[in-house]
C-alpha cells in the first residue's frame, strides 16, 4: 500500500536550519501538506498547496517538493519550533495518508 | 473566530461503542467537510475518515469501515463521530478537524482548524 516515510527525528542547533523530508511514490505528481504538534497539543497546519502559510505561520517555514520527496524547511529554527511534524497527501485509495512523523529536537 | 469544541474525556469498556461530538461555531457549518483523526499515547496520527455535513455523506479509511460511523446534526452545528466493539487498542485522543473545502473520493484538503481532541479510554 501506498506510504509516506519521514525520518523519526531531527535535529538542529538554534539559528540552523532544520530540513525535515517525506518521501513517497510520485509524490511530486500530488500536494504535500505539514503540520506541526507540539506536546499536549493539536496539530497546526503549517504549510498547504506545497508552499503556502496559513496566516500567522512565521516566514521561517517553507517547504518545496520534487520527484518523489516533499521537504520543510525551517529556516533560523527557533526552541519554539521543537514540535513534532507531520506530512500529508492522499494514496491511490486513501483520501487521506498521513506520515508517520517527525520529532525536531532545537538543541 | 473558528472553533471545534469537543468533551474532554470518555472511558469506555471493551466491546462497547463511543459516540465522540464535536460542536462547530465561527464559520458555516455546512460549508466544510470534518475530518476525524486519533492519535495513541507517543504515536503518530491515524486518519479514520471525512464527513460532509451538507449532504451528510462520509469516506471512512479501510482499516475503520464497518466500525466507524461519522454523522452530524445541522441544526446544532455538531458532527459525531461514532467507534463501535471497542478494544483497548482503541485507547487514543480523537481529533476532529475542519477540512479546507471538501474532500473527494480520492484526495481531501488539508484541515486548517483542530478540536482540542477527546481522550478514549477502553478499559475493563
Known amino acids: 500500500s501506498y506510504e509516506l516515510t519521514q525520518p523519526s527525528s531531527v535535529s538542529v542547533f538554534p539559528g540552523q536550519t532544520a530540513t525535515i523530508t517525506c518521501s513517497g511514490e510520485k509524490l511530486g505528481e500530488k500536494l504535500a501538506y505539514w503540520y506541526q504538534q507540539k506536546p499536549g497539543q493539536s496539530p497546526v497546519l503549517v504549510i498547504f498547496q506545497d508552499n503556502m502559510r496559513p496566516s500567522g505561520i512565521p516566514e521561517r517555514f517553507s517547504a518545496s517538493i520534487s520527484g518523489n520527496t516533499a521537504t520543510l524547511t525551517i529556516s533560523g529554527t527557533q526552541a519554539m519550533d521543537e514540535a513534532d511534524y507531520y506530512c500529508q497527501t492522499w494514496g491511490s485509495s486513501t483520501a487521506v495518508l498521513l506520515g508517520g512523523g517527525t520529532k525536531l529536537t532545537v538543541l | 473566530q473558528v472553533q471545534l469544541v469537543q468533551p474532554g474525556a470518555e472511558v469506555k469498556k471493551p466491546g462497547a461503542s463511543v459516540k465522540v461530538s464535536c460542536e462547530a461555531s465561527?464559520?458555516?457549518?455546512?460549508?466544510?467537510?470534518i475530518n476525524w483523526v486519533r492519535q495513541a499515547k507517543g504515536q503518530g496520527l491515524e486518519w479514520m475518515g471525512w464527513?460532509?455535513?451538507?449532504?451528510?455523506?462520509?469516506g471512512y479509511a479501510q482499516k475503520f469501515q464497518g466500525r466507524v460511523t461519522m454523522t452530524r446534526n445541522t441544526s446544532m452545528r455538531t458532527a459525531y463521530m461514532e467507534l463501535s466493539s471497542l478494544t483497548s487498542e482503541d485507547t487514543a485522543v480523537y481529533y476532529c478537524a475542519r477540512v479546507w473545502g471538501r474532500c473527494g473520493r480520492t484526495s481531501c484538503p488539508p484541515s486548517d482548524f483542530w478540536g482540542q481532541g477527546t481522550l478514549v479510554t477502553v478499559s475493563s
Open positions: 465561527g464559520y458555516t457549518f455546512n460549508t466544510y467537510d
Open positions: 464527513m460532509n455535513p451538507d449532504s451528510g455523506n462520509a
